[in-house]
Nanobody
């Protein structure tokens, strides 16, 4: 079992920044690829970013590339999502997730390949 707890969400004006964190407990953290997903009201959950177990490789959705940066600290069992140049369309509940699959883009962008999820944290970007 892996338990995930997100923090860092909030209200920010367009153009601002937020940093989300996800604290993990349970099994060996570095064995898991980690992902961030988001879900806006009335929309399906969508992929945002993923990072491999050792933190050497990342994938990003085209909509956030160049604005968001995902990182992890395996010594502290945490992953982070630095979000800059935020836009109103970034408004959503953001979820941290852990996957025991291989780090292949076709796999990590799909929410069904993640076995563990946090409770989510709300990010609201005002115009």
């Amino acid at each position: 079992q892996v338990q995930l707890v997100e923090s860092g969400g909030g209200l920010v004006q367009a153009g601002g920044s937020l940093r989300l964190s996800c604290a993990a407990s349970g099994r060996t953290f570095s064995n898991y690829q980690m992902g961030w997903f988001r879900q806006a009201p009335g929309k399906e959950r969508e992929f945002v970013a993923a990072i491999n177990g050792i933190g050497g490789s990342t994938y990003y959705a085209d909509s956030v590339k160049g604005r968001f940066t995902m990182s992890r600290d395996n010594a502290r069992n945490t992953v982070s999502l630095q979000m800059n140049s935020l836009k109103p369309e970034d408004t959503a509940v953001y979820y941290c997730a852990a996957s025991a699959t291989s780090f292949d883009r076709g796999i990590v962008v799909r929410s069904r390949n993640y076995g563990y999820w946090g409770q989510g944290t709300q990010v609201t970007v005002s115009p």
